[in-house]
């Protein structure tokens, strides 16, 4: 979700099946950072990966989406005494480690994606409501090129 979605790390923690929608091919997300829900349609990806989870834990028509490797739901940051992040940074980290990635934190997922879908030539607006931003601006700060892409773009230019 964090890939092929955009959405903030407390939004994909907190999915629970019943915001899952198979037939629409979306996932509502009821609490968001800017206090805005919002539904967000399912890359064949996310819905892929989604629907492997959801057969491995029975088919379940409620409950929370992502479990600990204990099987328990991850705890809201939120309600941590004191604030400490996301809780998945740990594992996240040490699964880059495993894949020779340097300096890639969990966070920079929703830069990934943004950037990828404005090289993929996604509208802001469109963006910016998928990814629940309030403003063009802040997609502006999240979306980037690659050199490679600049390259690309101008070189479509006669």
Not at 138 to 154: G, L, Q, W
Request: aromatic share 8%; proline share 5%; net charge positive.
């Amino acid at each position: 979700m964090l890939r092929w979605q955009g959405v903030r790390i407390g939004e994909a923690l907190r999915a629970d099946w019943r915001h899952v929608n198979w037939r629409a091919n979306s996932i509502f997300i009821p609490e968001s950072k800017n206090g805005e829900p919002r539904t967000v349609t399912m890359h064949r990806k996310t819905r892929a990966a989604l629907h492997s989870v959801w057969v491995s834990q029975g088919s379940p028509a409620q409950g929370p989406v992502f479990l600990t490797n204990r099987g328990k739901p991850y705890r809201d940051p939120r309600e941590y005494k004191v604030p400490s992040g996301s809780p998945i940074k740990k594992a996240h980290a040490t699964a880059c480690r495993r894949a020779g990635i340097v300096d890639f934190h969990v966070h920079d997922w929703r830069h990934h994606w943004a950037s990828h879908c404005m090289m993929a030539g996604i509208d802001l607006e469109t963006m910016r409501q998928e990814g629940g931003w309030k403003s063009l601006r802040m997609v502006e700060r999240y979306a980037a090129v690659s050199a490679a892409h600049r390259v690309r773009a101008m070189a479509r230019l006669k």
